[in-house]
T-cell receptor, first 112, second 113 residues
């Protein structure tokens, strides 16, 4: 089983829509959770950390459910500039120095 | 505000050739990482260096070696390139191993023919 699993999409939504991405992770001992954004042919960039109590950054809301080992990202009022691939990221085991494990990403296309 | 700098940005190698990918960070980060990204596979960890003077294997280390030259620099070497090593390589750094997000370099697109 992959460490981090995401629906690859693509998600095609109109401008202004609300879209949600989900992710599951396999290591119940994981402590660090993130969402990254990756534009086409560019490097991944940190979008936001995910905290146990849930957190919000402008139009973006992240939720963590430790019991279900499930992470979500909600984007409200989608903009054309939100079009990108969103990577769910979870820290790995001590054997890998807690290095981050990346999901394969969910592709979002926001259309006019 | 350079962050993480990778060189070269593009490279074409013939099978069997060797090369070194360079990575340097100016954020005084302790930990550095090399990942490769292939279509449909996501990012996979090749090697990492938790701190200056240490290096360890990641998920896909075969065919690669690394050197943590100093706190700033972490290089990745392909001794005898194979077509299966055609990929985009990303270097990343973080303040520490745990609970910190990574800053990535802009990547090296390597093609082995």
């Amino acid at each position: 089983r992959k460490e981090v699993e995401q629906d690859p999409g693509p998600f095609n939504v109109p401008e202004g829509a609300t879209v949600a991405f989900n992710c599951t992770y396999s290591n119940s001992a994981s402590q660090s959770f993130f969402w990254y954004r990756q534009d086409c042919r560019k490097e991944p960039k940190l979008l936001m950390s995910v905290y146990s109590s849930g957190n919000e950054d402008g139009r973006f809301t992240a939720q963590l459910n430790r019991a279900s080992q499930y992470i979500s990202l909600l984007i409200r009022d989608s903009k054309l500039s939100d079009s990108a691939t969103y990577l769910c990221v979870v820290n790995g085991s001590p054997n890998s120095g807690y290095a981050l494990n990346f999901g394969k990403g969910t592709s979002l296309l926001v259309t006019p | 505000n350079a962050g993480v700098t990778q060189t070269p940005k593009f490279q074409v190698l013939k099978t069997g050739q060797s090369m070194t990918l360079q990575c340097a960070q100016d954020m005084n980060h302790n930990s550095m990482y090399w990942y490769r990204q292939d279509p449909g596979m996501g990012l996979r960890l090749i090697y990492y260096s938790a701190s200056e003077g240490t290096t360890d294997k990641g998920e896909v280390p075969n065919g690669y070696n690394v050197s943590r030259l100093n706190k700033r620099e972490f290089s990745l070497r392909l001794e005898s390139a194979a077509p299966s090593q055609t990929s985009v390589y990303f270097c990343a750094s973080s303040e520490g191993q745990f609970s910190y997000g990574y800053t990535f370099g802009s990547g090296t697109r390597l093609t082995v023919v």
